[in-house]
Nanobody
Framework: QVQLVESGGGLVQPGGSLTLSCAAS????????MGWYRQAPGKERELVAR???????DYADSVKGRFTISSDSAKNTRYLQMNSLIPEDTAVYYC?????????WGKGTLVTVSS
């Protein structure tokens, strides 16, 4: 059973920073791709950032230069460092991983950017 557990969400003021964590129940480098998605109220889920098994990363245009994916292999954890947050970043953030053609999802963590 593959599990992905997000943490680190919360309330932050505009211009602030947060780091989200995604703890996996197995070696994160076994996933062909792992990503962060978000879903804002009344909107569809969208890709924020992802990293492939090769190490290649790509980011949504709306977060380029502000968000960064990183990893800690010893902890089987991926991180999403989010800087210069704006109200439009408010959403539930989900961790996703693809393993042998199957997509796995965490339950999400809420990020609210508001003054």
């Amino acid at each position: 059973q593959v599990q992905l557990v997000e943490s680190g969400g919360g309330l932050v003021q505009p211009g602030g920073s947060l780091t989200l964590s995604c703890a996996a129940s197995r070696n994160i480098f076994g996933f062909s791709v792992m990503g962060w998605y978000r879903q804002a109220p009344g909107k569809e889920r969208e890709l924020v950032a992802r990293v492939r098994q090769t190490g290649f990363t790509d980011y949504a245009d709306s977060v380029k230069g502000r968000f960064t994916i990183s990893s800690d292999s010893a902890k089987n954890t991926r991180y999403l460092q989010m800087n210069s947050l704006i109200p439009e970043d408010t959403a539930v953030y989900y961790c996703q991983g693809s393993l042998y053609g199957v997509d796995y999802w965490g339950k999400g963590t809420l990020v609210t950017v508001s003054s």
